[in-house]
């Protein structure tokens, strides 16, 4: 494209917007997708189990791990006030509200993202979607709208599971390893804790981020240039792209949410 | 045989009767790049007719164009006198259930068995229990002589038996019109001969109408009741293979006959000899 | 819908996610102490009412006994009408005092409840004038300021 050629940018715009109208279509017809699925269960049980159990392991470890760190990190931090004992609730507050919705979906962007992309792509490359067309069955609502709505129910759980682990794995490290009164530990948390408001708007916030991650990995698997090429181009890109969005949907989501 | 209700107006009478699918004046192409221009042609009912030409001559534009996942620019696409490009999405997916189409290398479902793939129309489109199911992807087996490979995945079997799956199952709800895009390109003679065996008897046998796209002369000259030639955006030539082989055009000719050079040119456009080798400089040119 | 042995897989899932659910709502959350029993409204006027939020506790004897519903100004008497929900089975008599304290050197502030004697008790829809309000740290300083100076020309007074 020569950025010197009004024609050139003009043309690189509308196609851009096409591109979006497009997506925004998909979208759409997924959503409209949820009553063919529902006359459908065993298409949507099996997806969820694909999204959903395959990632158990990843986020169960990483969500140990964090929760070590966090009361690690946080014990250290907080002694200093000499506040050790709200490491509980700094935990909690932390995996509820940011990290539990936000690292779950980056995980599972990259696990079940690319895996959904691959699979979409490749069907597509050996023409199993034409074929399928042919058939008078819709590949949108037989292939997509199934995984896409298996992704928007598995996501919360995952980060749900994700925070759990992880408040404790910050018992483990603050009240096992450093010795902070386990008492203290749950008390202040759950003083400083508000179901509505930390835990609910973290579990909205993973339903967005569910739609998110799923949808563009769907939309990278469905336009995807029917090559081994184009494939991989596409899995790169549902990474990168399901990533800057769950972050920049995270900001405006806290912004919204957590405003005083 | 199940009768199936009307829906489309799928009408199955004798060859005297007007043609199942006609291109009148079609037009069509991607941006710039006109694939078929003004083209008409007619599909006769109940024979067996072949398309032919050059690469990226427009073959299997025109099956996307009678199957509906493309429309035309120009011009009318007319299965059974209603035109595809006109039909709303509920008439085009009724359109599609009376014809079955047959991918190139067979576009079965990896993810499920043969059986399981066959199955896939009946499941989808009737409420056949699965006793019944059971019975007839067996049957639609048999024909093409695979009913033993049922529990296999397709990554296990070889491409010429993934084909005939894929016939299998584009025969699964019994369809009146039938296209295949490239059945016999890559295979081994055996299942090369089985392949055109299998077309001819199952087109004879059910009525049906069949549209071959095909580069291989001889096994589809042998087979088809018409063929016809597309050139570059138009018509070269229609009628009988022996009509065609006879043919005067210089398009026809040389592709019947196999021939490197005519009307479509061996060497790719380029600089010309000079320019590449230098001839001229050995002469003391520029 | 044929059964299949994902099922159980699934299945098994989807209760994991219920119960880290459940786990977050009742031991990290606050589920268990959440009253879901509509209390009385009382409406408390102050001259400041400092950092005070919504959904801020009410306090009597450091035991939480109300909160803080909304809080909103008026440009009658120009004092801050702060509607409190108490909660019921809690009578505080008519002439109990609310006070704006903070909650540690840095923490929150929340609302104070202090007994009156009256017989009568404070029932819905009453307003109570007997407040103290927040500690504004400029008054402070002014204060602590004025007292230094007044204390060191009371002695050359005296002299």
Partial sequence: MRWWHPADIGFALRSKAAAVGQATRLLLRLLAGLGYVLKRPGLLRDQIHFLGNYSL???GVSGLFVGFVLGLQGYYILQRYGSAEAVGMMVALTLLRELGPVVTALLFAGRAGTALTAEIGLMKAGEQLSAMEMMAVDPVERILAPRFWAGLIAMPLLAAVFSAIGIMGGWIVGVLLLGIDGGAFWGQMQSGVDVFKDLGNGVIKSVVFGITVT????????????????????????VVMASLSVLALDFMLTAMMFSI | MMTMPDIAGFSMQSSASPPLVELRNVTFGYGDRTILRDVSLTIPRGKVTALMGASGGGKTTVLRLIGGQARAQAGQVLLDGQDVGAMSQAQLYAARRRMGMLFQFGALFTDMTVFENVAFPLREHTD?????????????LQAVGLRGARDLM????????????????????????????????????????????????LNDALGLTSIIVSHDLEETFKLADQVIILGPGVVA?????????????????????????????????????????????????? | MQPSKTDIWVGLFVMLGAAALVFLALRAGN????????????????????????????????????RVKSIGFNDQT???????????????????SFKILTSGLLGDQYVGVEAGFDEKPLVSGDTVTNTQSAIVLENLIGQFLYGKASESSAPKAAE
């Fill in chain 3, 78 to 96: 120009f004092q801050a009408d702060v509607h409190i929900e108490l909660t019921n089975g809690y009578a505080f008599p008519k002439d109990s």
């Fill in chain 2, 128 to 140: 056949l229990s699965e006793g019944l199911v059971r019975d007839i992807v067996l049957m639609k």
């Fill in chain 2, 237 to 286: 030539a229609q009628g009988t293979p022996d009509k065609v082989r006879a043919s005067s055009d210089p398009l026809v000719h040389q592709f019947v006959h196999a021939l490197p050079q005519g009307p479509v040119p061996f060497h790719v456009q380029g600089p010309s000899l000079d320019a590449d080798f230098g001839v001229d400089a050995l002469k003391g040119g520029r």
């Fill in chain 2, 154 to 201: 397709p990554s296990q079997i070889s491409g010429g038996m993934a084909r005939r799956v894929a016939l299998a199952r584009a025969m699964a709800l019994d369809p009146e019109f039938i296209m295949y895009d490239e059945p016999f390109a890559g295979l081994d003679p055996i299942s090369l001969g089985t392949s055109a065996q299998l077309i001819r008897e």
């Fill in chain 3, 31 to 66: 589920l268990l102490t959440l009253d879901f029993n509509k209390g009385y409204e009382v409406t408390a006027r102050f001259d400041n009412i400092g950092g005070l939020k919504p959904q801020a506790a009410v306090r009597s004897a450091g035991v939480k006994v109300g």
């Fill in chain 1, 215 to 238: 949808f563009v990995a769907l939309l990278q698997g469905f336009v995807a240039k029917p090559t081994p090429e184009g494939v991989s181009r596409a899995t790169t890109r549902t």
């Fill in chain 1, 57 to 59: 392991a990843i986020i």
